[in-house]
Nanobody, 129 residues
């Protein structure tokens, strides 16, 4: 059973920063599209950022509302997916989920839906006041 485990959520004031991490064991030899999604109350889960597990360029895609404020990266030695979030806004308040799907990322982050991804973490809450 594959597990993704998020950490790093919390509460900060607007304008602050947070770093989310996701431990992703077992993804050493294959290419995966690794992503962060978020879901607020009564909202659909939306793609926030995606990157390939084997990318050497760090190429990534972001939903427009976070582009320039968030940075996603994948350490393919430690198998850890990270999301650096800066200049946080109250509208960033959500439960953030780490996700993975087999194969490279082929869509922009905003175009992925929940059913596109095979593996999910349980989520970590981010609250901006």
């Amino acid at each position: 059973h594959v597990q993704l485990v998020e950490s790093g959520g919390g509460s900060v004031q607007a304008g602050g920063s947070l770093r989310l991490s996701c431990a992703a064991p077992g993804y050493t030899y294959d290419t995966y599209c690794m992503g962060w999604f978020r879901q607020g109350p009564a909202k659909e889960r939306e793609g926030v950022a995606v990157t390939d597990s084997m990318s050497t360029s760090g190429r990534a895609s972001y939903t427009p509302s976070v582009d320039g404020r968030f940075t996603v990266s994948y350490d393919n030695v430690k198998n850890i997916l990270s999301l650096e979030m800066g200049n946080l806004k109250p509208e960033d308040t959500s439960t953030y989920y780490c996700a993975a799907r087999r194969g490279p990322c082929t869509l922009r982050a905003a175009n992925y839906v929940q059913s596109d991804f095979d593996y999910w973490g349980r989520g970590t809450q981010v609250t901006i006041s």
